[in-house]
């Protein structure tokens, strides 16, 4: 979710000053037609009581729009014509503001921030810290959202054959089945709290729902690790991240099996994985790299053909000409 310059700079500043922060636990909500939906924003500060909560959208290749802000009181809003349309509140006790959406419309479809002001900053006195956005998606009442739309995961392990050859291997976690389209993939080391270089594939429409697949290749000095691929979606079981456990290479030779794992406060709840072990990753990389340079050869043999038909016409229309001249 790309965040507006300005917001990614006030991010970046709060997060430099370490206690003072917006975070919105949500990176997307969906909400039927008509109906209504809860944006929250969990607000660090000093003394939220006395801090204003602003709420803003964006819409894609649109400015930032201000929403309102609340202080104290509720604070409905007239938008779109419609009264009471939304609605910002504050809850102290918790020190989170909410955004309440009616009357849901799929103009509506926006990423809504939240952000309040701090007078932490030198220069002009005050700046205003973004959360990290919540995407708003409106589906139409006969959509149906009952069942199981959380990522399911299909786990391919690093190939004997990568690791022998290129002293390296290649763990990839395939998501499919889920909506919305809204997901956040991202790689750590068991145990470890930094998030690790991986690459991210496209999101992928299949039927009604979507797909996506990340992987992280690791060198030979960090085969012995355990990894995570920690998957953050609207409708994980319970609102809680996925953390789909890879094991070390050493591990996986001796054919560990693997399982899906949620936070200690959950850790009754395990959901078998589906697991593709042997040369299956180094088979779909290979699929993937083949189809790029079919398209590339098929690309480049159309060039040809126009080069060649262009040819043909130019020399026929110059001939045509010369012989009405004469």
Same mark, same amino acid.
């Given at each position: 979710?790309?965040?507006?310059?300005?917001?990614?700079?006030?991010?970046?500043?709060?997060?430099?000053?370490g206690q003072l922060k917006s975070e919105q636990p949500e990176i997307s909500v969906t909400g039927v037609r008509d109906k209504s939906v809860v944006i929250s924003c969990k607000?660090?500060?000093?003394?939220?009581?006395?801090?204003?909560?602003?709420?803003?959208?964006?819409?894609?290749?649109?400015?930032?729009?201000?929403?309102?802000?609340?202080?104290?009181?509720?604070?409905?809003?007239?938008?779109?014509?419609?009264?009471?349309?939304?609605?910002?509140?504050?809850?102290?006790?918790?020190?989170?503001?909410?955004?309440?959406?009616?009357?849901?419309?799929?103009?509506?479809?926006?990423?809504?921030?939240?952000?309040?002001?701090?007078?932490?900053?030198?220069?002009?006195?005050?700046?205003?810290?973004?959360?990290?956005?919540?995407?708003?998606?409106?589906?139409?009442?006969?959509?149906?959202?009952?069942?199981?739309?959380?990522? !399911?995961?299909?786990?391919?392990?690093?190939?004997?054959?990568?690791? %022998?050859?290129?002293?390296?291997? @290649?763990? /990839?976690? +395939? &998501?499919?089945?889920?909506?919305?389209?809204?997901?956040?993939?991202?790689?750590?080391?068991?145990?470890?709290?930094?998030?690790?270089?991986?690459?991210?594939?496209?999101?992928?429409?299949?039927?009604?729902?979507?797909?996506?697949?990340?992987?992280?290749?690791?060198?030979?000095?960090?085969?012995?690790?355990?990894?995570?691929?920690?998957?953050?979606?609207?409708?994980?079981?319970?609102?809680?991240?996925?953390?789909?456990?890879?094991p070390s290479i050493e591990n996986n030779k001796r054919g560990i099996d693997q399982e899906i794992l949620f936070p200690s406060i959950n850790k009754e709840v395990t959901t078998?994985?589906?697991? !593709?072990?042997?040369?299956?990753?180094?088979?779909?990389?290979?699929? %993937?790299?083949?189809?790029?340079? @079919?398209? /590339?050869? +098929? &690309?480049?043999?159309?060039?040809?053909?126009?080069?060649?038909?262009?040819?043909?016409?130019?020399?026929?229309?110059?001939?045509?000409?010369?012989?009405?001249?004469?």
């Open positions: 979710m790309a965040l507006p310059e300005a917001i990614l700079f006030s991010s970046l500043w709060a997060f430099g000053l607000v660090s500060s000093q003394d939220f009581s006395k801090e204003y909560i602003h709420w803003y959208r964006h819409k894609p290749n649109q400015g930032m729009e201000h929403l309102g802000y609340v202080e104290t009181a509720p604070a409905p809003k007239i938008l779109g014509g419609k009264k009471n349309k939304i609605e910002a509140r504050k809850d102290v006790r918790t020190s989170t503001s909410t955004l309440n959406i009616r009357f849901l419309e799929k103009e509506d479809e926006a990423t809504y921030y939240c952000a309040w002001r701090s007078n932490h900053c030198d220069s002009s006195g005050w700046i205003k810290i973004f959360g990290g956005g919540t995407k708003l998606i409106v589906t139409l009442p006969d959509r149906s959202l009952d069942g199981d739309m959380s990522p !399911k995961p299909t786990i391919f392990l690093p190939s004997i054959d990568e690791i %022998n050859l290129h002293e390296a291997g @290649t763990h /990839l976690c +395939l &998501l499919e089945k889920f909506f919305p389209d809204v997901i956040k993939v991202y790689w750590k080391e068991k145990n470890g709290n930094r998030v690790l270089e991986s690459q991210q594939g496209n999101i992928i429409k299949t039927n009604d729902t979507y797909m996506k697949f990340s992987w992280l290749t690791v060198t030979k000095k960090s085969m012995d690790n355990e990894l995570l691929c920690i998957v953050k979606h609207e409708n994980n079981k319970r609102g809680i991240d996925q953390e789909i456990l890879f078998p994985a589906c697991v !593709k072990k042997g040369s299956d990753s180094l088979q779909l990389q290979l699929t %993937n790299t083949c189809a790029c340079y @079919t398209y /590339l050869l +098929l &690309l480049l043999k159309s060039l040809v053909y126009f080069v060649i038909i262009s040819f043909c016409v130019c020399r026929r229309t110059a001939v045509c000409g010369h012989g009405k001249s004469s």
